[in-house]
């Protein structure tokens, strides 16, 4: 099998795969756009988003304010902006938390295996019995509110998750023959790992980090609505979420825009998942 | 005996015509192309061929068992005591699948239900088309059960297929088709998937609930061995047509189509002692890309120009046989007695 | 299967162990002096010293576990610092409304997911497995809470159709309750409702092409039994799985629904305790939530018995 290692060939055809899937490209398209409109919020921003206007209060759209402003009468699209750079940013931390724990300890686990793999693999079992949010809140609990604090616990919820899945590709890569070439040939295990297993275990590492950018963004976003997360005045998706929700009768475009955004983005994400495990996938391939 | 290939006359089961379709990418594909035989009661009728002759299609479409899509009955009938199966409703059909005629397949493994005990799934059909107290259904089941050889019965119908061997797997199946004592048995490779005693042992089964139960059995085969075993009388199928239709003791002695032949000659103990055609050379044809004229003439040894100019009929060449070769007259083909 | 239901159980016990230990142990996370910071704002010496002994915290750590522990099996999970209820009394006067919440949730997300799924895997490619696969990948990414709130927007504000928010105990108005809980329980179901309905479909799509499918229809059988016995048994065991991971999550997602929707559950007592940092209170929920979900997996696993009579057997 030629297809084994992500040699260029490999990758190459990864990328002709990815492209052929027309929903993962529009998705990574709608990504991008959300990515690059919250990146530069301060240029594109009409307005300051914690700029408050009292003669506009719950307005609806015009030309001034075309989303609309807020109970405070600040401007909803400047928001939307500024949260979209605070929540897509606290997703992202949260996961690279549950990467730097969940990675290095699931390459441990698969690759030696022995009770280290027992001892780190029941941890794994207790820390998933908890439900991610309870958890979350539980920590928060003990640490306090803020976004900070939120991303930490998130960050902790999620790495067991991460670490199975790396702990089973490393596993099955262990079994390769050319893992073992370079084992006795005598190479470190610290080189192995790095040079070589840490290789071919990225594609199902990366369609796991895709799909846990959006749980974590949908995480975020609770815990936010619940005043746990990002704390007012600071917008976030999530907060700005909880506080619409009290206006809801008036108007209901608070809901709708956050909403709408958290949604875009958790379905980018998901989507562009399933692109990579499609585009990666010779056994799921072989079975259709 | 039956005398003379005539429809209607004796047969309990009368394939007429039958053309099957398959969609394709290739658009629709012809995998059984007018295919006609019938079975007599208490007759065993091979129908032999390569995988991809349309044998397994045919078999199924017996039941109107054809999954739909990709398939589709494209002309024939099936007649069932005189009642024309391919043009009753799904409804109608539904009450002859494993009361009146009932079917066993290659797989023993996995043509079993993992998740119920065998005797679950045998008085299950039993139910289905005689009705009657759970208790009594189980009660045939146990029947069947000794009837097909299984020791120890009345325990076993508590199994799970998981834990029975493979050749006992497949006496199951056997119990499970004769539960309701069918008038037909379609066996599709019974014993493919058995190790040679096995294979023996199921045979002699099937005769023997052939002479208890006076059924028809059509078994579906790669194998001349097994024909020469159990059947009264032989279907040929190459490409998704009958190349040749003959009593067992003729076709053996003194095949009249060089395919046939050809099987003849690559059946195990026979190619190796004549030294001659171990295998057929080349493929069956796909369904979407069959040749002009015959459609074996780019295997076939004796291939000459009018081979290739157009369909050749089924040809009648005496008493109760048929063939699907033109030269099928001027050709001394080797028989293997 | 009783002696599969009670192994089960007998490993979780000591998992069970750890997972108190670690419950137990939140509160060293809390920064700082932990009876400094639970004792409310502004504390005076005797409030903090008072704090203290009810936290046991004078005590070498692993007695303070012991004692937590020791009172936890006999059903004491404390006092409240800040109400005087025991946590235990505050919990159970909440279980219904949870229990209310993710119960029905859990039976909206089955009966859901398996009907779309099996209709969709009946018939892989055509229109209505192409609506229901897209369905579904958008059902899986939108915010539950979310959704939460636009069917507020459509059933209770424009349309008053439903009320938008609080709860009814079931013994007092059982069609009240249901009417209640119609909205939150749709919103949490929704996307374990989608999951199970992708996985159930790919689950039917291959075993309608098993071999033993084939057999059942050459029996005769009706296309209901077919499907509804020979194929549904053989299709659950992932279909379970999926469910047991999604049951977790909806047992989370109860304490963001509990809040928006004024539901009075454990989730909305989480919440409040965080808020007033009463630290047993939250304990307690933590470890009732855990006891939750380890009894959903052992119910899961059980159920693989029934569905898979090898692993009865094992």
Redesign the interface.
Known sequence: MTARTLGSPGLRRFVRRFRGNRLSVVALVVLSVLVLSSALAPWLAPYAPEAIDVRNRLAGPSVDHWMGTDSLGRDTLSRLLFAGRVSLFAALTAVSIAAVLGVPLGLIAGYFGGAVDWALG?AA???????????A?????????GLTNAMIALGIVYAPRLFRVVRSATLAVRAETYIEASVSIGTPSYDVILRRVLPNILSPLLVQISLML?AAL?AE??LS????GVVPPTASWGNM?GRG?ED??ST?AL??WP?LS??LA??S???IG?GLRDAMGREIRKGS | MPTADRAGESGLLEVDGLSVDFATDHGWANVVADVSFHVGQGEIVGLVGESGSGKTVTGLSILGLVPSPPGRLAGGSVRFEGRNLTGMSERQLRDIRGNDIAMIFQEPMTSLNPAFTVGDQISETFRRHRGGSRRAATARAVEVLELVGIPNATKRVEAYPHEFSGGMRQRVMIAMALTCEPKILIADEPTTALDVTIQAQILELLSSMRDTIGMGVLLITHDLGVVAEVCDRVVVMYAGQVVERSPVGPLFDEPRMPYTEGLLLAMPQVGAASGRLASIPGRTPEPWNMPAGCRFHPRCPYTEQKCTERPIPLLAVGDDRHSRCVRTAELELRGVR | MLGLFLRRVLVSIP?LG??SF??FS??????GDAAVALAGPDPDPAQIAAVRERLGLNDPYLVQYWNWLSGVLQGDLGDSLFTSQTVWSSISARLPATLSLAGLALLLAIVLGITVGSVAGLRPGTWIDRVATVTA??G????Y??VG??L??FLA?DNTLLPAVGYIPLTSDPVSWLQHLIIPATALALAPAAVIARQTRASVATVMSEDYVRTAKAKGLSPVRVVGKHALKNAALPVVTVFGIEA??L???T??IE??FALPGI?QL??Q???A?D?PV??G??LV??VM??MI?ILVDVSYGYFNPRIRQS
């Not at chain 1, 609505?225 to 746990?228: A, I, N, R, V």
């Not at chain 3, 939140?26 to 920064?31: D, F, K």
């Not at chain 3, 899986?140 to 915010?143: D, K, L, N, Q």
């Open positions: 029941r079992d207790v820390l998933m019995t908890f439900p991610a949010i309870i958890l809140i539980a920590i928060i609990a003990a640490t306090g509110p959006a949908l976003a609770a609505l619940l005043g746990l979420l929700f809801i009768r209901p809901v709708w909403g958290i949604a958790t379905l994400f998901n989507l399933d | 998992l750890v997972v670690l419950v939140l509160i060293v996370l809390v920064p990948s958008v899986v990414a939108v915010p809470f979310w709130m636009i507020v927007l504000i977790n999550r047992i989370g997602g304490v963001v809040q928006l989730g989480a919440y305790a965080v808020f940092r630290f939250v304990q929920v933590v939530s855990a979900v380890l997996n």
